[in-house]
């Protein structure tokens, strides 16, 4: 069957025509090209996603789905339930494994990644590879997982690379092309539904931009009456006068406001859980009642249906209270802090209509299929780790690109709330401003570096940490040293020698080897920690020399298992533990120490840990010291985390505790709480999975397992 009639087949599914992008996507992939689709969100990307399964299913081959998050990755399996068969859909995340060997498996990225590195053969009869938000790549944490993917990816499948707009989307298509096969970028730059920018200034929304594509007039004398309040609140501060913080505007003054306009349902995006839940909070306080009779009763029997189901909903925190009396009044809180099934139940009745507004942190922004009429964005800056800063463009865009339902909007609209630190100029700024550049975060891990030696040596190692990004990029800065050595070369030549040029010839002389020993350095800018990192494993025994080649011990094997921040420090915990002497559940609460990650600082209580679960806790931490003390002497600077905050939970849990039992024992959130939970359990699985591992060890950590993935645990949306 030629090309032209499996794209005619596979438009036939459709009620509505193709667009020229998605047609134009099918055919290069029918060429046996990758392609790297960018378009704005809503913009039907995931439909070439579509035509890859449709495509490879046809030719009776397999399709691998990788998004970025879990959460994701558990939407895209419902949905493709409700396209194909259960029997040819798989679902596989660090939480559960279905159908791992179906035609269609959607994965998390790190997922893959861990196949292509321990069963590449897996990937034998795998036509397509869907990389969706493939911008992840920039993540500073985990941005390294999809540039592995990209390595390793065997040739002969194409890549299908789906992404919001990105500044330098030619670069990244010209190195993907460079290692693996040929790929085309495909551009659609139109958003599906028009984009209006509103500015709520006092009372009253502004459109930010005239007829002519000029900010306002009536918003440039707002700014200008910001800048004179700004500049006497100031004076008035130095003169030491008492002034009082700007009044905020109310979230329920805004939401009135695109109720009479007629501009729900919204999201309001706010960059705290507090404040999510204080906007939830204020506005019930209020009144504000946003459903009709019906639409209550559909809420209120979901509510209920749920809550029959998942009995342990009844003792979560105050959050989940605001949340369960907002819902019927077509208000809720969506972020992290809340269990994964009330953030499903809100996204559930968001896509049915019948909750009209959303105040969310900006995780709602990544992915998730909640498309609103409007997008609210509280504030133009956020606080992280490193103190304020504005939002990106890519931010922006990302959170204003959920504004405006295709087949159900003639436009969407984005709101943005002044304020007298957030002028319309600003706000202009990040509207008019050009996307974020991909840059590489490939970063070198002893489980990768295991994981590399396991299938080649120095040499082939070496080759590989060359088709990096980060490499290609540095090759790309090569070309501009080497123009400027030139430059210095000719320099040279041309100066005739004599006392006076001496000095300046000795200059230029210095400059070129400065530039020699630069582009030694760019040729291997992994190598050095590559090499450093291969003598502390082998320092702890991991690895062994056996002729050119490195040979993986059992600790080695079992270390290239471990698929987490602390890999080496893990494996090293698991070789000093006495696992005879610790319950299941014991062991569940030492490991914990190992991935639980704190959002603030909490109090140790750790009662509830057994006298000897609390001394081999320091045993933890010197063994955490001595791996700690190699590294520096190799200038080694990968993070050693050792956090015991979470053990007393996993004891409690672990025994058979009931939910609310364990909030008298930490200020976590509930939702802080299942995730830390589910990352424990996710590290389990791997060691009870463990290769070279003694059996009694696995028989102990599959006992623990179940005893903690119960409840609201075992409940994932």
């Given at each position: 069957?030629?090309?032209?009639?499996?794209?005619?087949?596979?438009?036939?599914?459709?009620?509505?025509?193709?667009?020229?992008?998605?047609?134009?996507?099918?055919?290069?992939?029918?060429?046996?090209?990758?392609?790297?689709v960018?378009?704005?969100?809503?913009?039907?990307?995931?439909?070439v996603?579509?035509?890859?399964?449709?495509?490879?299913?046809?030719?009776?081959?397999?399709v691998?789905y990788t998004?970025?998050?879990?959460?994701?990755?558990?939407?895209?399996y419902r949905?493709?339930?409700?396209?194909?068969?259960?029997?040819?859909v798989?679902?596989?995340?660090?939480?559960?494994?279905?159908?791992?060997?179906?035609?269609?498996?959607?994965?998390?990225?790190?997922?893959?990644r861990?196949?292509?590195?321990?069963?590449?053969?897996?990937?034998?009869?795998?036509?397509?590879?869907?990389?969706?938000?493939c911008?992840?790549?920039?993540?500073m944490?985990?941005?390294?997982?999809?540039?592995?993917?990209?390595?390793?990816?065997p040739?002969?499948?194409?890549?299908?690379?789906?992404?919001?707009?990105?500044?330098?989307?030619?670069?990244?298509?010209n190195?993907?092309?460079?290692?693996?096969?040929?790929?085309?970028?495909i551009?659609?730059?139109?958003?599906?539904?028009?984009?209006?920018?509103?500015?709520?200034?006092?009372?009253?929304?502004?459109?930010?931009?005239?007829?002519?594509?000029?900010?306002?007039?009536r918003?440039?004398?707002?700014?200008?009456?910001?800048k004179?309040?700004?500049?006497?609140?100031?004076?008035?501060?130095?003169?030491?006068k008492?002034?009082?913080?700007p009044?905020?505007?109310?979230?329920?003054?805004?939401?009135?406001?695109?109720?009479?306009?007629?501009?729900?349902?919204?999201?309001y995006?706010?960059?705290?859980?507090?404040?999510?839940d204080?906007?939830?909070?204020?506005?019930?306080?209020?009144?504000?009642?946003?459903?009709?009779?019906?639409?209550?009763?559909?809420?209120?029997?979901?509510?209920?249906?749920?809550?029959?189901?998942?009995?342990?909903l009844?003792?979560?925190?105050?959050?989940?209270?605001?949340?369960?009396?907002?819902?019927?009044?077509?208000l809720?809180?969506?972020?992290?802090?809340?269990?994964?099934?009330?953030?499903?139940?809100?996204?559930?009745?968001?896509?049915?209509?019948?909750?009209?507004?959303?105040?969310?942190?900006e995780t709602?922004?990544?992915?998730?299929?909640?498309?609103?009429?409007?997008?609210?964005?509280?504030?133009?800056?956020?606080?992280?780790?490193?103190?304020?800063?504005?939002?990106?463009?890519?931010?922006?865009?990302?959170?204003?690109g959920?504004?405006?339902r295709?087949?159900?909007?003639?436009?969407?609209?984005?709101?943005?709330?002044?304020?007298?630190?957030?002028?319309?100029?600003?706000?202009?700024?990040?509207?008019?401003?050009?996307?974020?550049?991909?840059?590489?975060h490939?970063?070198?891990?002893y489980n990768?570096?295991?994981?590399?030696?396991?299938?080649?040596?120095?040499?082939?190692?070496?080759?590989?940490?060359?088709?990096?990004?980060?490499q290609?990029?540095?090759?790309?800065?090569?070309?501009?040293?080497?123009?400027?050595?030139?430059?210095?070369?000719?320099?040279?030549?041309?100066?005739?020698?004599?006392?006076?040029s001496?000095?300046?010839?000795?200059?230029?002389?210095?400059?070129?080897?400065?530039?020699?020993?630069?582009?030694?350095?760019?040729?291997?800018?992994?190598?050095?920690?590559?090499?450093?990192?291969?003598?502390?494993?082998?320092?702890?025994?991991?690895i062994?020399?056996?002729?050119?080649?490195?040979?993986?011990t059992?600790?080695?094997?079992?270390?290239?298992?471990?698929?987490?921040q602390?890999?080496?420090?893990?494996?090293?915990?698991?070789?000093?533990?006495?696992?005879?002497?610790?319950?299941?559940v014991?062991?569940?609460a030492i490991?914990?120490?190992?991935v639980?990650?704190?959002?603030?600082?909490?109090?140790?209580?750790?009662?509830?840990?057994?006298?000897?679960?609390?001394?081999?806790?320091?045993?933890?931490?010197?063994?955490?010291?001595?791996?700690?003390?190699?590294?520096?002497?190799?200038?080694?600077?990968?993070?050693?985390?050792?956090?015991?905050?979470?053990?007393?939970l996993?004891?409690?849990?672990?025994?058979?505790?009931?939910?609310?039992?364990?909030?008298?024992?930490?200020?976590?959130?509930?939702?802080?709480?299942?995730?830390?939970?589910?990352?424990?359990?996710?590290?389990?699985r791997?060691?009870?999975?463990?290769?070279?591992?003694p059996?009694?060890?696995?028989?102990?950590?599959r006992?623990?397992?179940?005893?903690?993935?119960?409840d609201?645990?075992?409940?994932?949306?």
């Amino acid at each position: 069957m030629n090309d032209h009639a499996i794209i005619e087949r596979f438009k036939d599914g459709f009620d509505f025509e193709l667009d020229a992008f998605q047609i134009e996507a099918a055919e290069t992939l029918l060429n046996g090209r990758s392609v790297l689709v960018t378009a704005p969100t809503g913009s039907g990307k995931t439909i070439v996603a579509e035509f890859a399964i449709f495509d490879a299913l046809d030719r009776n081959l397999q399709v691998i789905y990788t998004t970025p998050l879990k959460a994701l990755s558990n939407q895209k399996y419902r949905d493709l339930l409700e396209q194909y068969p259960a029997e040819r859909v798989g679902l596989v995340t660090g939480d559960q494994s279905i159908n791992p060997q179906a035609d269609v498996v959607v994965m998390t990225t790190e997922v893959l990644r861990n196949i292509l590195y321990q069963n590449p053969r897996r990937m034998d009869s795998v036509l397509y590879v869907v990389i969706d938000e493939c911008h992840y790549m920039n993540d500073m944490d985990r941005g390294t997982v999809w540039e592995e993917i990209i390595i390793h990816a065997p040739s002969h499948l194409c890549l299908v690379a789906l992404s919001a707009t990105i500044a330098n989307a030619d670069e990244l298509c010209n190195w993907i092309s460079s290692i693996h096969n040929e790929m085309k970028i495909i551009e659609h730059l139109e958003r599906p539904v028009p984009l209006r920018h509103f500015y709520f200034g006092g009372e009253k929304l502004y459109p930010v931009f005239n007829k002519k594509g000029r900010l306002d007039a009536r918003l440039e004398k707002l700014a200008e009456k910001q800048k004179s309040l700004k500049k006497q609140l100031h004076q008035d501060r130095r003169s030491g006068k008492k002034t009082r913080k700007p009044d905020l505007i109310p979230e329920g003054r805004v939401i009135e406001a695109l109720e009479k306009k007629q501009m729900l349902p919204a999201i309001y995006f706010i960059f705290s859980r507090k404040n999510c839940d204080d906007a939830l909070s204020s506005c019930l306080d209020s009144g504000m009642d946003l459903t009709s009779k019906d639409e209550k009763k559909l809420i209120e029997a979901t509510i209920k249906q749920l809550l029959d189901e998942n009995p342990s909903l009844k003792e979560t925190g105050p959050s989940t209270e605001s949340l369960l009396l907002g819902l019927p009044k077509g208000l809720a809180a969506h972020h992290a802090g809340l269990v994964p099934l009330l953030r499903h139940l809100v996204e559930s009745l968001f896509q049915r209509n019948l909750v009209k507004v959303v105040f969310a942190t900006e995780t709602l922004a990544a992915g998730i299929n909640m498309p609103a009429r409007t997008t609210v964005i509280s504030s133009l800056s956020k606080r992280t780790d490193v103190g304020h800063r504005v939002l990106t463009v890519n931010e922006f865009t990302q959170m204003t690109g959920r504004a405006g339902r295709r087949g159900m909007d003639t436009e969407g609209y984005c709101v943005i709330i002044g304020s007298l630190y957030q002028s319309p100029y600003q706000a202009v700024e990040l509207i008019q401003g050009d996307y974020d550049p991909i840059a590489s975060h490939f970063t070198l891990s002893y489980n990768m570096v295991l994981n590399l030696l396991r299938n080649g040596e120095r040499k082939e190692v070496r080759e590989v940490l060359q088709r990096s990004f980060g490499q290609y990029l540095s090759n790309k800065e090569m070309i501009n040293i080497n123009l400027l050595m030139e430059q210095k070369r000719l320099a040279l030549e041309q100066i005739k020698s004599s006392p006076e040029s001496k000095s300046y010839i000795r200059h230029l002389r210095s400059q070129l080897r400065g530039f020699g020993k630069q582009i030694k350095r760019q040729q291997e800018i992994y190598l050095k920690e590559f090499d450093a990192l291969t003598r502390v494993l082998q320092y702890f025994g991991r690895i062994k020399p056996d002729g050119k080649h490195w040979r993986l011990t059992p600790l080695g094997e079992m270390t290239a298992h471990i698929r987490a921040q602390n890999d080496l420090l893990i494996s090293l915990v698991m070789e000093s533990l006495d696992y005879n002497s610790f319950t299941p559940v014991e062991m569940a609460a030492i490991f914990s120490t190992l991935v639980f990650e704190p959002r603030r600082y909490m109090e140790h209580d750790l009662s509830q840990c057994s006298k000897k679960v609390r001394e081999f806790f320091k045993d933890i931490l010197h063994i955490a010291d001595d791996l700690r003390y190699v590294q520096e002497e190799e200038n080694i600077h990968l993070p050693l985390t050792v956090e015991f905050d979470f053990a007393p939970l996993v004891v409690l849990w672990g025994n058979g505790a009931r939910w609310s039992t364990l909030f008298k024992f930490t200020n976590m959130t509930d939702g802080d709480v299942v995730r830390a939970m589910r990352q424990l359990i996710d590290l389990l699985r791997q060691l009870e999975t463990m290769p070279a591992a003694p059996e009694e060890f696995r028989k102990k950590i599959r006992e623990a397992i179940p005893l903690l993935d119960r409840d609201l645990i075992q409940s994932i949306a």
